[in-house]
Structure formats: structure tokens, C-alpha cells
């Protein structure tokens, strides 16, 4: 059993994974800001991704979760480690004519307590759809889980559960002082963006 990851620790994985970026960003939200977190490069280290997911299935507590689903492209690998490190099944969702669905063959039973997982939750855009396709299937969010929590009002209505709440500053393209300046823009997230 591994013990429990302090907030340091969890820090040092994303500086060591060299996940945590400092520049000029676009935001999946829209928004601008200096900083940036890629979970992807702490993706690339599956004993890393397995401690991570051990220790967000520790912050739960005694939650009972039946499944696990997560958003693409971000949560797939987090959310599969979690479920693994639960004892349960997974799913994911997946972005179809511009909406959030669960496709190949995906379904949520009717009841089951299902855990939604994502890698970094800024305004939780992509993980409130996830829970509202829960709902709609019947099944019950029991709450969320992210790697990062990026601060800020959440777009859902379900219990997050953060290894890192990270302040991050950011601004609406109108207001940001990068952009006065003329620091090239860069836009790393998984969604394309109009400008």
C-alpha cells in the first residue's frame, strides 16, 4: 500500500513531469493565462499515473463507486488508473457532432454510483457533461475527481475531489496583459478553439 501524497508531493510530480508550464496559453474555457498545467507528460509514466490514481482513490474516503467515466481525451488515462486502482469498470466519453456522448457500447446500469474523472477541471465544462449523460442514463455521480483543480466557479453540481487545488490566474482575451504585449499565444489543450 502506498501512502497518502501530500499536496508537495503531488506539486513535485507535476514540476518533475515537467507538466507545469509557464508562457502564454489559450485555456480550453477561452480564457487566457501564464501558466499552464500539461497532464499529459505526467501521463507518460504509468507508476507515476498508478500512485496518482491510489491517491485520489484514498481522498475519496469511503465513497461507494460502482464505475468510473471520464471525459476524452484528458481523463481517459487517469480515469482507467482510478477505476483500476477501485476494482471497477470504465467508461469514457467522447465528443460527437459537437456534444458529449458515450459511445462503442458504453452504458451506465441504472443506479450505479459512478465516480467522474478528469485530469485538470478549470470551469468543469467537459465534466458537468459527463455527469448530466450520468444522469440522463440513469445512473447516480457520486462525485469528481481531478488531478488539478485550476480554482474558480465549477460548471457542476457534484462534489469535486482535487490531489491539487493550483491558483492559477487567468483573464478573458480582451483583458489579458500577454496579449498587449504581444507574447505569442499558444493553445496546448485538447480542443481547438476558435480565436
Known amino acids: 500500500m502506498t501512502h497518502a501524497m501530500t499536496d508537495e508531493e503531488v506539486l513535485g510530480s507535476l514540476e518533475d513531469a515537467r507538466a507545469i508550464l509557464t508562457g502564454h496559453f489559450r485555456l480550453t474555457s477561452g480564457r487566457h493565462s501564464d501558466r499552464y498545467v500539461q497532464c499529459a507528460r505526467v ?28 471525459p476524452a481525451v484528458g481523463g481517459i488515462i487517469i480515469g482507467f488508473a482510478v477505476a483500476q486502482a477501485l476494482g471497477v ?12 456522448t458515450f459511445r462503442r457500447g458504453f452504458d451506465v446500469p441504472a443506479g450505479a454510483r459512478v465516480l467522474v474523472v478528469e485530469d485538470v477541471v478549470t470551469t468543469g465544462g467537459s465534466v458537468a457533461e459527463v455527469v448530466e449523460l ?4 440513469g445512473g447516480v455521480p457520486v462525485a469528481v475527481a481531478s488531478l488539478i483543480d485550476r480554482g474558480g466557479p465549477k460548471a457542476f453540481d457534484v ?3 482535487p490531489l491539487l487545488r493550483l491558483q492559477v490566474e487567468s483573464w478573458e482575451p480582451v483583458d489579458c496583459g500577454l496579449c498587449a504585449a504581444e507574447v505569442p499565444l499558444y493553445a496546448p489543450g485538447s480542443r481547438a478553439l476558435a480565436k
Request: hydrophobic share 55%; charged share 30%.
Open 43 to 70: 501521463l507518460e509514466d504509468p507508476a507515476l499515473v498508478t500512485r496518482l490514481a491510489h491517491a485520489i482513490v484514498e481522498r475519496l474516503g469511503e465513497r461507494q463507486v460502482d464505475l468510473v467515466a471520464a
Open 89 to 100: 469498470k470504465f467508461i469514457f466519453s467522447e465528443r460527437e457532432g459537437g456534444a458529449m
Open 134 to 137: 450520468v444522469r440522463a442514463a
Open 159 to 161: 462534489e469535486l475531489f
